[in-house]
């Protein structure tokens, strides 16, 4: 490598990375506030309204694989309370308490609440 070269290189890697430093000190962290317990409980129900889809769905995309279904399933959930937290002006994190509090406030076998059997799949390298 040339020395022009090198020097365009170390040129651009500097602009690249004062870009990026003013960027993150110029920019200001989302306003987000926290939900109270009655608004966590709304959101929860929410949640809950839809287990019974991502759970048929899952169970349809991956039968026999308990692993992957629960994947699938959270994944799922995730996008909706992702979208959920974001419609309600709250983190994910809110919402995620909410269904925690609401699980052990209303335990079921339905809801995805017990633990899947440690079952690893082979490799197949």
């Known amino acids: 490598m040339n020395v022009a ?11 690249t990375v004062s870009v990026v430093v003013t960027r993150a000190q110029s920019s ?3 306003a987000v506030r926290h939900a109270d ?7 929860a129900a929410r949640v809950a ?6 759970n048929q769905k899952a169970a349809e995309d991956f039968p026999q694989d308990s692993w992957s ?3 699938a399933f959270h994944n799922l959930e995730s996008g909706f309370v992702n979208d959920v937290a974001k419609g309600a002006g709250v983190g994910m994190e809110d919402v995620f308490r909410g ?5 052990h ?3 079921s076998k339905n809801r995805n609440a017990d633990v899947v059997p440690c079952k690893p799949r082979p490799v197949f390298d």
């Not at 317990?37 to 959101?43: G, M, N, P, S, V």
């Not at 309204?49 to 991502?54: I, N, S, V």
């Open 69 to 71: 279904q629960r994947d």
């Open 28 to 30: 200001t962290a989302p």
């Open 5 to 15: 070269a090198r020097i365009l290189f170390v040129i651009v890697a500097v602009g």
């Open 49 to 54: 309204q839809h287990e019974a889809e991502w």
């Open 37 to 43: 317990a009655e608004e966590r409980k709304r959101l």
């Open 105 to 107: 406030e209303h335990p």
């Open 99 to 103: 269904v925690d509090e609401d699980l």
